[in-house]
């Protein structure tokens, strides 16, 4: 009896470790991907209508580009076989391409394809504009060469074609698609494939066939939460491996660099490509006075709602440009001073009597946009209480975007992030203007981006730039955000660099120059 009770052990003993490596094994397996997470949902995989970062985050690992900019700042080819050649007239740009490239479905990458998918993007892309004002046609010249006819020289296309926007995109997979969005699919030449999508979470696995750097690890889970502090605290209990710092709290990030202090987590950062600003409309009273809006500029100190707002994580700004595409720091916006802003505002009938009441709108789900809203409301009843009052209202940010063309609002904090890295992909949005009369945008970007502002001399030099290469297109650019600091339609509060944290036994991440966490250079220890 005291034998079999001794067996029977032995059995429950060898079951309990049986069952222990069992789970160990499906916890490995679980964990064989790396979980990268960030906020918000997705909603479209598609290119043509990708325009938040994280979505652009995942498109870069799906597909490629024609070229890349190196760490150096230079142009370099990717899908591309060499450097663009352009005709003696700058009107002809042809493009030679690397063969034996397949797409995620098996068929040919090819100039077919190439030329497919931008015609697809000037069609139907949400950012569009960007093409359709510089590219006349679009044609194969040969299989693996296509030619770009201009409507007048252009000095940024190059650039442009860096975008994530332009990933080329599989003509036999798309051809139901040619005129609509494929949301929740995507079928590329990048070095992974998506494996799944929802809104929440989508699934990408390495493509064994790609041509070139083979991914690190064996695939990516995205989760996307819906505020900081899920995410939060989903890398304090390791449910994630990777956290991507957009709309991550300012506090929370604080915390988290703690922890890479405390050596409880590695982190990464790329070069900073997010400015944060406010918008005024110039169209309508009070603010279509220049004196009025001119005196706003003079009255936010950057450097307290820094400190207050993110612990000094954003750095005061004053330029809609990351400093570091114009090569070297440019600061055409004033400094805070509240004796200039009280003084021209004296001068427009404005202070003790007459109090100038601002509407502030903050989107109210961007934690950083309340912050920034309340201390600059305190910092002008601090400073300017005898001029001007500032009231606030907060609106979810999509219903923000959607209202911005209709001009619904007198102020209002954004962000803006270029879908490349070169000056123009700033400067054009906010500026852009296609018709104005007396400084007012009637049609142009600058309506879509609330400002309702333009200036002729600055058009001419935004197009005189197309015509320049280097440093006198820098120098050209330059002028371009003078004139724009001068009509004070916007004011820049702070410049955000992309930031990630990982798990000690994930590799640190590494960031491309356009702001996105190269993600097949992640590895498991």
């Known amino acids: 009896m005291l034998k079999l009770n001794h067996i029977k052990n032995i059995f429950k003993v060898s079951g309990i470790f049986l069952i222990l490596f069992q789970l160990s094994c499906v916890q490995y397996k679980k964990r064989e991907n790396i979980i990268v997470a960030s906020a918000g949902k997705i909603e479209s995989l598609d290119p043509a209508q990708a ?6 985050q995942i498109l870069s690992a799906l597909g490629d580009t024609l070229y890349k900019i190196n760490k150096e700042g230079n142009l370099t080819p990717s899908l591309a076989k060499d450097f663009p050649k352009v005709s003696k007239n700058g009107l002809l740009i042809d493009i030679p391409l690397k063969e034996n490239i397949s797409f995620h479905d098996g068929s040919v990458f090819n100039a077919e394809a190439m030329a497919f998918s931008l015609n697809r993007f000037m069609e139907i892309g949400t950012l569009n504009y960007l093409l359709n004002e510089k590219i006349d046609t679009i044609d194969v010249k040969d299989e693996f060469l296509i030619r770009i006819k201009l409507k007048k020289p252009s000095s940024s296309l190059k650039s442009l074609l860096t975008s994530v926007n332009l990933t080329p995109i599989s003509p036999n997979s798309y051809s139901n698609y040619k005129n609509s969005f494929n949301n929740k699919n995507f079928i590329g030449t990048g070095p992974y494939f998506l494996e799944s999508f929802n809104s929440s979470q989508q699934t990408i696995r390495p493509y064994k066939n ?15 939460y819906t505020n900081s502090s899920t995410l939060f605290g989903a ?4 449910e994630v491996d990777v956290l991507i710092s957009n709309s991550i709290d300012d506090m929370q990030r604080l915390a988290l660099n703690n922890m890479v202090n405390k050596d409880q987590l590695n982190a990464g950062e790329g070069d900073p490509i997010e400015i944060g600003y406010i918008t005024f409309k110039s169209n309508k009273l009070p603010l279509v006075n220049k004196t009025i809006r001119e005196a706003l500029s003079y009255t936010i100190d950057r450097e307290l709602i820094s400190q207050q707002v ?3 994580t954003r750095e005061p700004l004053r330029s809609i440009v990351p400093p570091q595409l114009h090569k070297k720091k440019f600061s055409p916006w004033p ?11 004296k001068n427009e009938g404005y202070c003790e009597t007459n109090i100038l009441s601002i509407p502030l709108t903050f989107r109210s789900n961007v934690p950083a946009d309340k912050l920034l809203a309340l201390t600059w409301k305190d910092q002008i009843k601090r400073d300017l209480s005898d001029c001007i009052e500032v009231t606030l209202n907060g609106i979810e940010s999509t219903t923000v975007y959607k209202q911005l063309s209709e001009g619904a609002f007198e102020a209002v904090i954004l962000d803006w992030t270029g879908a490349y890295p070169d000056p123009e992909a700033y400067l054009t949005p906010l500026l852009s203007c296609n018709e104005i009369n007396d400084n007012s945008c009637l049609k142009g970007e600058a309506v879509f981006s609330g ?5 002729n001399k600055l058009q001419e030099l935004l197009e005189k730039s197309e015509e320049l290469e280097g440093e006198n297109r820098l120098e050209n650019l330059k002028k371009v955000e003078q004139i724009a600091a001068q009509g004070s339609a916007y004011l820049p509060i702070w410049l955000v660099n992309p930031k990630a944290w990982s798990l000690k036994d994930i590799s640190q991440p590494e960031f491309s120059s356009d702001g996105l ?4 250079n992640l590895k498991r220890d």
């Not at 790609?210 to 996307?224: D, T, V």
């Open 310 to 312: 993110s612990f000094g």
């Open 451 to 455: 400002s309702f502002w333009g200036d």
């Open 235 to 238: 890398i304090k209990t390791k």
């Open 335 to 345: 400094k805070y001073n509240p004796i200039i802003a009280r003084s021209l505002l």
């Open 51 to 56: 325009n938040t970062l994280r979505t652009l």
């Open 517 to 520: 966490i190269i993600l097949r």
């Open 210 to 224: 790609y041509w070139g750097e083979k991914p690190l690890n064996k695939g990516i889970n995205f989760i996307n």
